[in-house]
Every structure is written in structure tokens, then in C-alpha cells.
């Protein structure tokens, strides 16, 4: 009966050690798209579109998230720069990086971090007319300045696995930006699948 008990724990143990080494140090490649809640200059409620891809380097009880999205509004959106020019756009990119605390090796696995973003709105344009050259190159100039910026990320996620895939969600909220085409903070919410492709750890050996 001792020897049974033993060996039945012995057999959980290495279960449960099993689960956890399935998705811990491990290198992930993955998918998502998803929607972005902002407001426009004018305060009305706008979406977007986003769809990308990213990279999730597993530790123990952490990860590291690298990633990179396509954004599409749905409509030309409207800005304004300091001096009233009219600006629009409809499209945009993100790249971001972010560390994740994974507590648990359940198959449901709940993740909450964060990180930091870089937002570039790719095709916004200056609207005339303009009364001379230099007031249009101007315009260009600061376009060119205020469709770039970094904030800060704070993320929410679930994320459920089954061998080496995982199915997960995300939520993400971005503050309000200065000097940016869009003033409002940001939110998004996305949803994708990754697959654990190889291992992020590799044991040392020695030999005598």
C-alpha cells in the first residue's frame, strides 16, 4: 500500500509537471485581430480594425510579448492640428512589447501586464486649401509630428491551451497622448491563436 501511494504521487507530480512544462519556456508565434474604441477630434465614439501577428517567449510564471498590428478605420477620420488645420486618415500601425505575470498552469490561464506602444498613423494628410507653398509644407511638417507616439499599455488576457496551441483574448487600454492625431486614449480588444514552435531554454550539459 506504501509503495502504491507512492507511486501515485510520484504519478501526479510528474502530471502535473508535465502541464507546466507544456507552455513554460517555450517560443510562441501567433495571430490576432480585433477592434479599437477611440474618439475622434470631435468627440464622437470611432472604431477600428486591427489584425497582426506577435511573438509570446514564455517564462515560468512571466512572458514577454512582442507584437505588431495593422490598424483600418472604418471612415476617413477627421483631426485638427494647433492651428485648426483639418487633418484625416485610415490607417495606422502599432508595434509593441510587454511583459505578462502568468500565476497559474491551468489550461485557462489568466494574464495581466503590460508594456509600451508605438502608434503611427501611416496616411494622415493636411486638407487645404492653403494661401501659400510654405503654408502647405508647413502643415506637412507637423502632420509628420504629430502622427507618431509612444504610450504606455496595460493589458488584461485568457488565454486556454491544448497541446501546444492556445487560443487567447486580450484586452488593452492605451492613455490619451499629447501632441498626437488622436487625442483620446485608446482601447482594444483582440482575439488570435498561438502555437509554442520550439523551446526558449536549453539545458546546459557537461561532460567529464
Known sequence: NVLFAAALVATCTSAATAQADAWQRKWYWGGQGGIVFFQDANGANQTASQFGGHWLITGKRSALFIGVD??????PTQAFLSDGTEVDFSSGRRLEAGLYAIPSDNKLQIMLGGGFAINQITDAQALGPFATTQAQLTASDAVDNFSTKASAVLAAGLQLRFGNWALFGHYEYMPAAKDFLITSGMQ???????????????DVTTGN
Open 188 to 202: 482594444s480588444l483582440t482575439f488570435g491563436l498561438r502555437l509554442a514552435v520550439s523551446s526558449a531554454h536549453e
Open 70 to 75: 495593422q490598424i483600418n478605420f472604418s471612415n
